[in-house]
DNA sequence: CGCTTGCTTAGAGTGCACTCAAGGTCAGTA
DNA sequence: TACTGACCTTGAGTGCACTCTAAGCAAGCG
């Protein structure tokens, strides 16, 4: 039970949204089934049962900078945008894939920054890429062993049961 | 991001001599260049360097039960044997694809434990195995969004220079 | 009106996996 | 003999990523 358990499904189901990513229009239907676009936006609950993260954590994000500008209803209650959940599809897969929190908020800084930060942006992810890529090789040589070690367990407990 | 960062290139050097598994014969020569078994084994910073892994951790792995039965030298000092060097390698294997340490103290138990465990070792790597095969997934799933954004970085940045 | 539900904040607490500190022993060398 | 350096122990400290607490505000309902 370490970083990953909570809500691995969860955060994919999110992905799907980050496909959209960035231009999202604003202009939906107004009245049936009221999308909470409609109502400015989708609040923390929802987009808590939608991604699986704790109303905590979705708050503590935006304290340290990594989920900026999220708007607030009258009342000062978040609403969440379609671009925000697209953000935060993209975190969620970073984070899974062991990125360190102060390397997405540096992110989450350079595209606060404007379009003069791509070269900075791409060598990151270029980085981080790299990394994930050698932690694959990582895991792919343990279900080498894993492989080998289970079927030693199976075999050894087949010929047990026969004797 | 957790557990994955310190020290993975140093792990998989120790892989590489597990790999050879080398049986170290003995009776070697004496005086010239003395291989550690012939002193009962490998220091603990002979182990340090070769696995990567801090001699605090060598011990503090020790203390919790993750590395039992380290042999000791008359002064009291660890010696580390090939046995013990091969079981490092799969503890890091196990550490670098995410296991809690909790789940390979269990192991290590299971394996003391003798040959009527066999079962639930084997259901214990089975369900990492699951674990691991789902985390390559998000992993390869990850890659996928980082290799479409770092291009689409690549291409702006070599429009904007081509105006 | 009171109650519940759901949200707000800043700051403190938790769990994991180390990581270090303090004080000590022992072997080898000047 | 004094010193250096590698090793030993127990217990405390660190950094990360949450996770919860406490106190309070606002809306909806019987």
Not at 21 to 47: N, Q
């Amino acid at each position: 039970m370490t970083t990953v358990h909570t809500a691995a499904s969860a955060v994919s189901a999110v992905s799907a949204a980050s496909a959209a990513e960035e231009k999202v229009d604003t202009c939906a239907s107004e009245a049936a089934h009221p999308p909470p676009v409609a109502r400015g936006g989708y609040t923390i609950s929802e987009v808590v049962s939608h991604t699986g993260l704790s109303a905590h954590t979705l708050r503590w994000y935006e304290r340290i900078g990594l989920m900026p500008n999220v708007s607030r209803s009258h009342t000062g209650q978040r609403r969440y945008s379609e671009a925000d959940l697209g953000w935060l599809s993209l975190v969620g897969k970073l984070r899974l894939t062991g990125m360190p929190v102060a390397d997405m908020v540096r992110y989450a800084e350079l595209v606060r920054e404007g379009e003069h930060t791509f070269a900075e942006r791409q060598h990151l992810l270029t980085r981080h890429r790299e990394n994930v890529r050698q932690h694959i090789a990582e895991l792919q040589d343990t279900l080498a062993v894993l492989d080998f070690k289970i079927e030693h367990y199976a075999d050894a407990r087949r010929a047990s049961e026969r004797v």
